[in-house]
């Protein structure tokens, strides 16, 4: 798995690991190449509230697609497209461990 800049093209991180690994484990492993102010870009595999926390905490932005086995939260957060919408997802009270 590569990490690439958007702006210039460049491999910044590379990870490589056996076949059988899931992506969102490389991926987790390249959020330490990040800096602060990067914007993460991922596909629907990232919507956990775990990667968004892991990059808040490096003061990275994220924009993900939703997971397909979250609900629809279009009634609770601002549309900004016809297809689009914003959701504010608060903190749980009771964190994981690993969140910890």
Not at 6 to 31: E, M, N, P, S
Request: hydrophobic share 45%; proline share 3%.
């Amino acid at each position: 798995m590569v990490l690439f800049s958007i702006t210039t093209g460049a491999a910044i991180g590379i990870i490589i690991d056996v076949f059988k690994t899931h992506d969102i484990k490389l991926a987790r492993v390249l959020y330490n190449y990040l800096n602060p102010g990067d914007i993460a870009l991922g596909d629907r595999a990232f919507g956990a509230y775990s990667d968004i926390y892991f990059l808040q905490k490096q003061s990275c932005d994220a924009i993900f697609r939703k997971h397909q086995g979250r609900k629809k939260q279009i009634k609770k957060g601002k549309r900004i497209g016809p297809c689009d919408c914003l959701v504010t997802w608060a903190l749980a009270q009771i964190l994981p461990e690993r969140l910890i």
